[in-house]
């Protein structure tokens, strides 16, 4: 059984740094999509960034420059490396697992807000 599990999320203020991580357990393809999603409060939930198995990586526009992410494969770990984080980024940030022929993988999300 495929679990993911984030931490790493808190209150900040505007401006520092934040990582995230997120451990995926259970059998997993190794091909694979591992990434980071966002949903604020009365909105869409949507991609922050995701990383292939072989290092393609795609972000969001609101994040490019700001966020790096990361991903340990022995470990089956992906980081999100938070700089410069703005108000606008408070959101329940989740890990996501994507493999083929298998649905999406989703951790319980954690909490990151920042204070201006």
């Known amino acids: 059984q495929v679990q993911l599990a984030e931490s790493g999320g808190g209150l900040v203020q505007a401006g520092v740094s934040l990582r995230l991580s997120c451990a995926v357990t259970?059998?997993?393809?190794?091909?694979?999509?591992m990434g980071w999603y966002r949903q604020a409060p009365g909105k869409e939930r949507e991609l922050v960034a995701t990383?292939?198995?072989?290092?393609?990586?795609n972000y969001a526009g609101s994040v490019k420059g700001r966020f790096t992410i990361s991903r340990d494969n022995a470990k089956n770990i992906v980081y999100l490396q938070m700089s410069s984080l703005k108000p606008e980024d408070t959101a329940v940030y989740y890990c996501?697992?994507?493999?083929?022929?298998?649905?999406?993988?989703w951790g319980q999300g954690t909490q990151v807000t920042v204070s201006s």
């Open positions: 990383m292939t198995n072989n290092n393609n990586i």
């Open positions: 259970g059998s997993i393809f190794s091909i694979n999509t």
């Open positions: 996501n697992l994507k493999m083929p022929w298998d649905h999406d993988y």
